[in-house]
T-cell receptor
Framework: QQPVQSPQAVILREGEDAVINCSSS?????VHWYRQKHGEAPVFLMILLKGGEQKGHEKISASFNEKKQQSSLYLTASQLSYSGTYFC?????????????FGKGTLLTVNP | ETGVTQTPRHLVMGMTNKKSLKCEQHLGHNAMYWYKQSAKKPLELMFVYNFKEQTENNSVPSRFSPECPNSSHLFLHLHTLQPEDSALYLC?????????????FGSGTRLTVV
């Protein structure tokens, strides 16, 4: 089951904050976040495992609400380099056959 | 360079051709994946290999045939494709142990079927 991301697109000025949401209709084992710049490979940002933890990566952090089957990615004090498409990927199984199902992505544009 | 190398980067093929996409990783990962990325669509999982064994075929048409000869190499053999198969094909690998690692993607092969 494909997770649902929102918003589909967001435009920021450098220094502004943004939140990207990812929700699933099925119980989640983990949530991944990736960023893809045009013409490049998706790059892994972070993984959140069930347990409600929050992680941080420089000025980018994420939370995972297991009960609500939701995750949010927080970008603070955005930089031009943050521009790209952000994907969440969800895993529903904790077994050995891990596989990610991705959302449609959120296009983030940071302008000077 | 991400550590996952895909060749070729671009491929144009006719509907009657046979071609192969190659993916190589020397990261010591034990799982490898093929994903299809089309315009305005999410990344679609095609195949999963764990320790060289295929563990997932996501209802992919038989004109796509994967091969994983060892844990470092993954191929996608293509034959009699359709124009709607034109897309970016991404290979990814992962250390599957423990389930707490992210995927490393290659830069992809941009396939155009004419």
């Amino acid at each position: 089951q494909q997770p649902v991301q929102s918003p589909q697109a967001v435009i920021l000025r450098e220094g502004e904050d943004a939140v990207i949401n990812c929700s699933s209709s099925k119980a989640l084992y983990s949530v991944h976040w990736y960023r893809q710049k045009h013409g490049e490979a998706p790059v892994f940002l972070m993984i959140l495992l069930k347990g409600g933890e929050q992680k941080g990566h420089e000025k980018i952090s994420a939370s995972f609400n297991e009960k609500k089957q939701q995750s949010s990615l927080y970008l603070t004090a955005s930089q031009l380099s943050y521009s790209g498409t952000y994907f969440c990927g969800t895993e529903n199984s904790g077994g050995s056959n891990y596989k990610l199902t991705f959302g449609k992505g959120t296009l983030l544009t940071v302008n000077p | 360079e991400t550590g996952v190398t895909q060749t070729p980067r671009h491929l144009v093929m006719g509907m009657t051709n046979k071609k192969s996409l190659k993916c190589e990783q020397h990261l010591g990962h034990n799982a490898m994946y093929w994903y299809k990325q089309s315009a305005k669509k999410p990344l679609e999982l095609m195949f999963v290999y764990n320790f060289k064994e295929q563990t997932e075929n996501n209802s992919v048409p038989s004109r796509f045939s994967p091969e994983c000869p060892n844990s470092s190499h993954l191929f996608l053999h293509l034959h009699t494709l359709q124009p709607e198969d034109s897309a970016l094909y991404l290979c990814a690998s992962r250390n599957q142990v423990g389930g707490s690692y992210g995927y490393t993607f290659g830069s992809g092969t941009r396939l155009t079927v004419v």
